[in-house]
């Protein structure tokens, strides 16, 4: 069995669907986002905590909406930008006169608590270690849970999918979904399965359980 960290029963639905229901557990924490430009180090610290919570194995899946026309944002902020300005909103600030191409990402971070072969940078750069310390600095994890924290192997799956920011269409899916188009379609008019086919999701779980299988990690 396989915990899957998040508050977010959207994730735990498509990861269901692709590594079968029986495989994934929903683990209900709210791991600290740690502040910074990138998925990878607010996955590698999260699956970390997140396991020191649970001691099982243990995954968790930090996405993001990058916007061209914003430079990318709002990326990592994704969340708070939906909680605070919804979706609609996002949609409008696109001008029509604007390129409206984006891309969602996602990291999905694995991590059991023994040691394998983990992804080597940039998780474990000095510079991460500088980054998580400020974030303990500023109330996050203590020196010692980061001492600790740095020696437990992570291993990071990437996925990626192009598309286009348009105005909401479709019912389905979750987040962004209605203004997030690929392909003529939005991720909110697919259902699961067609959505986990191309997403960015549906491409990191792939990712992760091709080595699930080679390496027969959760046997
Ligand atoms: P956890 O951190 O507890 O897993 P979250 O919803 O905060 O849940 P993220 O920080 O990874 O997860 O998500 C960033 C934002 O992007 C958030 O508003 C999500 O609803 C949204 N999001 C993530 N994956 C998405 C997807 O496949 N389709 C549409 N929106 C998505």
Redesign the pocket.
Request: charged share 30%; net charge negative.
């Given at each position: 069995m396989l915990e899957f960290?998040?508050?977010?029963p959207?994730?735990i639905h498509?990861a269901r669907e692709y590594l079968g229901a029986e495989t994934v557990e929903q683990f209900d924490f709210?791991?600290t986002?740690v502040q910074g430009d990138d998925l990878d180090a607010v996955a590698a610290h999260?699956v970390r905590e997140a396991h020191r919570a649970t001691g099982e194995p243990v995954i968790?899946?930090?996405?993001?909406?990058f916007i061209d026309a914003f430079d990318g944002f709002p990326g990592p902020y994704?969340?708070y930008?939906?909680?605070r300005l919804g979706i609609e909103r996002v949609w409008r600030l696109t001008k029509p006169e604007d390129d409206h191409s984006g891309a969602?990402e996602?990291v999905i971070a694995y991590c059991d608590g023994d040691s394998f072969e983990a992804t080597p940078e940039p998780v474990d750069r000095d510079e991460r270690r500088g980054q998580d310390l400020a974030a303990s600095e500023r109330g996050g994890a203590t020196t010692d849970e980061q001492v600790q924290g740095t020696e437990l192997p992570v291993k990071l799956f990437w996925g990626r999918v192009p598309g286009q920011i348009v105005a909401p269409r479709g019912e389905g899916?979750?987040?962004?979904?209605p203004i997030?188009e690929h392909n003529g379609t939005t991720?909110a008019e697919m259902d699961t399965e067609a959505?986990n086919a191309i997403?960015?999701?549906g491409r990191a779980l792939a990712k992760f359980s091709e080595w699930v299988e080679t390496t027969g990690r959760l046997e």
């Open positions: 960290a998040t508050t977010n959207g994730k498509e709210d791991y986002e999260g968790v899946d930090d996405s993001g909406l994704s969340s930008v939906e909680d969602f996602t899916g979750f987040g962004f979904d997030f991720f959505k997403s960015h999701r």
